[in-house]
């Protein structure tokens, strides 16, 4: 059964930069891609990166530039590198997997976290 376990969220100051982790398990690595999306209240679901078996990567544009998708540890870890953040990047932060080998950041995911809070102000 795959499981995943976001940390790292936390507050930030408009600017500020945060790094987000997920540890998962219950998948052979080179079968999964990963990724990351979030949720505002009130908005849909935004997927925001993509990293798949190989390290190809894919961003939204609301993203592209500030935030950097990797992984390690034989793909059982994936980071969420967020730098230049803005208030709007504010709102709770998924850590995601699907079968595939590339997977594009606004896939519908199959596996997800319980999430992490991340809170911008201004």
């Known amino acids: 059964q795959v499981q995943l376990v976001e940390s790292g969220g936390g507050s930030v100051q408009a600017g500020g930069s945060l790094k987000l982790s997920c540890e998962g398990s219950g998948y052979h690595y080179s079968r999964y891609c990963l990724g990351w999306f979030r949720q505002v209240p009130g908005k849909k679901e935004e997927g925001i990166a993509a990293?798949?078996?190989?390290?190809?990567?894919d961003y939204a544009d609301s993203v592209k530039g500030r935030f950097t998708i990797s992984q390690e540890n034989a793909q059982k870890t994936v980071y969420l590198q967020m730098d230049s953040l803005k208030p709007e990047d504010s709102g709770m932060y998924y850590c995601a997997a699907r079968s595939g080998g590339y997977c594009y950041h606004d896939i519908l995911w199959s596996f997800r976290g319980q999430g992490t809070q991340v809170t911008v102000s201004s």
């Open positions: 990293i798949g078996t190989d390290g190809r990567t």
